[in-house]
């Protein structure tokens, strides 16, 4: 069993503009040392697939820093591997694309010299342990058209345009919809597709002859009686981030052990990023940590409770971080305190600074700003 993934890395960057101004969805930080991009390409490695297309459409320079060759991934390959396509990568292509499908389109030679019998299709704005290859043996066992994984939850404000589904007892597909009314307990679509490859290209294929744009619209609810959709349900932990709010309460959860063990604690499901040799933490003599996520290379000498700091962080003397999110080598000065703080990387706070929002709208300090 062969499959090939294709990852869409910009394609949600409007959701979350603070986060995006300078980089992909894909690579925004999260969890103290990762990128959003890894919980979908550990999906796919875990599965033994390891040829990834990454599709990405602007402000790709970090992401590319980030994936390098893919070594940190064992993507790194004479034969597969990843490779990244920029914007433009079709020689008829007069416009960046704006929609999965589109974006499809401009890689179809791709597609074509591939040899891989399974394409998994995924956005990568979500936090998920999909086993994939369960996934894929399930698709085929169903002799789907095309199998969508879902997760079953209440449909939260953020995510009122999200495609929910309904199925029969087999799992075959029989209803779409989009525009849940939050706090409605749902089938949700997680963006995550799984074609034959053969038919993936002919679906394409149709699609520019027929001028069709929107995967969901003119593909998936045109024909949910006419192709064979079935649905694969994942039942682990899905955090979806759609908005500051979202990455902002979800990196919160982290702190808990139930969420965190759901995320980091499966051996089968390793969760791998871009290896960066650092020296252990270093705690000051005054140091107090509590209920706190600390990557290595940062050193303490104040106080850290129910925060998140990034590799390289720094923390002042006499300084309190509450309830906040200091990204990589971000330095925060003496008597400072920070309360519901997110700072992106290479920041720098000066002493006697107080900086504070809620959790419904964090205070955002922006890369590489000196306050």
Known sequence: MKALG????????????????????ASIPFGGRYRLIDFALSSLVNAEISKVAVLAQK??????DHLGSGKDWDLSRRSGGITIFPPFGNYKSDFIYTTHLEALKSIVGYLNRSTEEYVVLMDCDSIHTVDLGEALEYHISKNADITLIYNQGVVEKSMANFMNVETNEDGRVTKMSLNSVPGTKQNISM???IFGR???LSLIDEAIALGQTSFERDILFNNVN????????YKGVWM????????????????KDEVRNGVFGNPDHRIFTKVRDSVPTKYGKNAKVENSFIADGTEIEGTVINSILFRGAKVGKNTVVENSIIMQDTIIGDNVKLNCVVTDKNVTIKD???????????YYVSKNVMI
Not at 6 to 24: G, P, S, V
Not at 241 to 248: C, G, I, P, S
Request: charged residues 25%.
């Open 6 to 25: 294709i990852i869409f890395a910009n394609l949600q960057n409007e959701n979350i503009d603070e986060l995006t101004r300078k980089r992909t969805t």
């Open 59 to 64: 402000n790709y320079q970090s992401l590319m």
């Open 191 to 193: 963006k995550l597709l």
């Open 198 to 200: 053969r038919y993936l």
């Open 226 to 233: 006419s192709l064979n959709i079935y649905a694969y349900e």
């Open 240 to 255: 979806k981030v759609t908005t500051m709010e979202d990455y902002y309460r979800y990196s919160m959860e982290l702190l």
């Open 352 to 362: 006697r600074n107080n900086l504070s929002g809620c959790e419904k709208l964090p």
